[in-house]
């Protein structure tokens, strides 16, 4: 099974921050890899897939890179509607696994 | 629009069996990939399985392989989720997801149901 290690497991900013999320992938999974935003009580969102395609309706202010092993998710500034909980997702073979998720929480 | 509602969940006890359900509309649903997706109290997300949009393929995680089954029934726009031989670990928040792209499986799981919770505890 392909193991996803996401960093930091908790992340505290401020609003107008510059934020980075890390995934690393134990293999390479080329650009096949989403990530979700989730909210507590909430079901997640997905906010980007293939790695760096923004989904629609999801703020310009998020970003996604990498390929092979390495993502990022970057939020270029931090809004309140931002603190939550994200998670990375490959899709490149089966078992699909999720990262452990990073919370964003307000500094 | 486009909206997942599952049922189902309960308490039950440990060894016992549940079927869950999502109900589908607003898309059509014929044409998805459909994933069940669980995420255990204070806990991250974790995939279980997926099928594909004619029911002809169906993928698991190891841990549930021979437990759960998934199916669809395409003319009632439904998912379900079989689960037998309950254990304490399978307590969790079931989500039905539906994949971003039609026909295919890849793109992520771009809509999400709301979740039904099955507690397993004697």
């Known amino acids: 099974d392909i193991q996803m290690t996401q960093s930091p497991s908790t992340l505290s900013a401020s609003v107008g921050d510059r934020v980075t999320i890390t995934c690393r992938a134990s293999q390479s999974i080329s650009s096949w890899l989403a990530w979700y935003q989730q909210k507590p009580g909430k079901a997640p969102r997905v906010m980007i897939y293939k790695a760096s395609s923004l989904e629609s309706g999801v703020p310009s202010r998020f970003s996604g890179s990498g390929s092979g092993t390495e993502f990022t998710l970057t939020i270029s500034s931090l809004q309140p509607d931002d603190f939550a909980t994200y998670y990375c997702q490959h899709y490149n073979s089966y078992p699909w696994t999720f990262g452990q998720g990073t919370k964003v929480e307000i500094k | 629009d486009v909206q997942l509602v599952e049922s189902g969940g309960g308490l039950v006890q440990p060894g016992g069996s549940l079927r869950l359900s999502c109900a589908a509309s607003g898309f059509t649903f014929s044409i998805y990939w459909m994933s069940w997706v669980r995420q255990a109290p204070g806990k991250g997300l974790e995939w279980v399985a997926n099928i594909k949009p004619d029911g002809s393929e169906k993928w698991y995680v190891d841990s549930v392989k021979g437990r759960f089954t998934i199916s669809r029934n395409n003319a009632e726009n439904s998912l379900y989720l079989q689960i037998n031989s309950l254990r304490a670990q399978d307590t969790a928040v079931y989500y039905c997801?539906?994949?971003?792209?039609?026909?295919?499986?890849?793109?992520?799981?771009?809509?999400w149901g709301q979740g039904t919770l099955v507690t397993v505890s004697s």
């Open positions: 997801a539906s994949n971003r792209y039609p026909y295919i499986v890849a793109g992520g799981l771009g809509y």
